[in-house]
């Protein structure tokens, strides 16, 4: 069992940035690849960015709509997958989920963090 925790969101101008925040309750080294997906009001939910884990194949993906905007990353020795976003705009607003693949091929899920981008 996996246990993901988010944090970092709220609510911030157009224009600004935040970063949100995914620790895991296992090592980073048995996950296969982490992602942030979002989940806007009244639309489905979608892959923002994903990163392959420790000595995983892939490469890191992100949605045309947050290129250039948003950063993935992740702190091997804190079990912490990050995601920087800058630049954001009121359609980025929505409630994101941190994934986790496992290298056993299980997925698991945070509760999610509500990002509110509005002036």
């Known amino acids: 069992q996996v246990q993901l925790v988010e944090s970092g969101g709220g609510l911030v101008q157009p224009g600004g940035s935040l970063r949100l925040s995914c620790a895991a309750s296992v090592s980073i080294f048995s996950i296969a690849a982490m992602g942030w997906y979002r989940q806007a009001p009244g639309k489905e939910r979608e892959l923002a960015a994903s990163i392959p884990g420790v000595d995983s194949v892939g490469s890191t993906y992100y949605a045309d709509s947050v290129k250039g905007r948003f950063t993935i990353s992740i702190d091997n020795a804190k079990n912490t997958v990050y995601l920087q976003m800058n630049s954001l705009k009121p359609e980025d607003t929505a409630v994101y989920y941190c994934?986790?693949?496992?290298?056993?091929?299980?997925?698991?899920w945070g509760k999610g963090t509500l990002v509110t981008v509005s002036s």
């Open positions: 994934n986790a693949h496992t290298r056993w091929g299980a997925d698991y």
